[in-house]
């Protein structure tokens, strides 16, 4: 497996990343032993995002059950876009509120202190920059974010 040096730290990041999109049926176990493979063939990079649904939420309990996996690997998440509640459609949020819940949120769920990478899921023309600058800053100062794209 080939690294390259990722963010401030420079941690050595998995080139080959494994996505979560598609985790929402699988037992916190599954969940566990896809996450142990991925380590075993050298990846350590796992991303996920709020919109996937219940995939946060899936890694936190793999993360629960196995005790030291979230340790093992170099964790990302997204921010940004959200289903709309009445139809059948998602939207762009990346107000400083709604990127402050949405770390917490994925936090929480999680069952972490702190993701290694947060991305914009996707660029927004209407975004603020300056509320994303200081969302992103607060969340870094507060050591729930390490780096940010």
């Known amino acids: 497996m080939r690294y390259i040096s990722f963010g401030s730290q420079g941690t050595a990041v998995?080139?080959?990343v494994l996505g979560t999109m598609r985790i929402a049926n699988k037992t916190p176990q599954?969940?566990?032993?896809l996450?142990?493979?991925?380590?075993?063939?050298?990846?350590?990079?796992?991303d996920t995002a709020p919109i996937y649904g219940p995939s946060e939420g899936k890694l936190g309990e793999a993360f629960d059950l196995v005790p030291g996996l979230r340790d093992k690997v170099w964790?990302?998440?997204?921010?940004g876009i959200?289903?709309?509640?009445?139809v059948k459609a998602s939207y762009f949020d990346f107000s400083y509120e709604h990127s402050m819940?949405?770390?917490?949120?994925?936090?929480?769920?999680?069952?972490t202190d702190h993701v290694d990478s947060l991305l914009l899921h996707r660029p927004d023309a209407l975004m603020d920059p300056?509320?994303?600058?200081?969302?992103?800053?607060?969340?870094?100062?507060?050591?729930k974010v390490i780096d940010f794209g």
């Open 14 to 16: 998995s080139e080959v």
């Open 82 to 86: 959200r289903p709309h509640p009445r």
């Open 130 to 143: 300056q509320e994303i600058a200081r969302a992103f800053q607060e969340l870094h100062d507060a050591g």
């Open 30 to 33: 599954e969940v566990a032993e």
């Open 75 to 79: 964790l990302q998440t997204k921010l």
């Open 101 to 111: 819940e949405s770390v917490d949120h994925s936090l929480l769920v999680m069952k």
């Open 35 to 46: 996450v142990q493979t991925a380590l075993d063939c050298g990846i350590n990079a796992v």
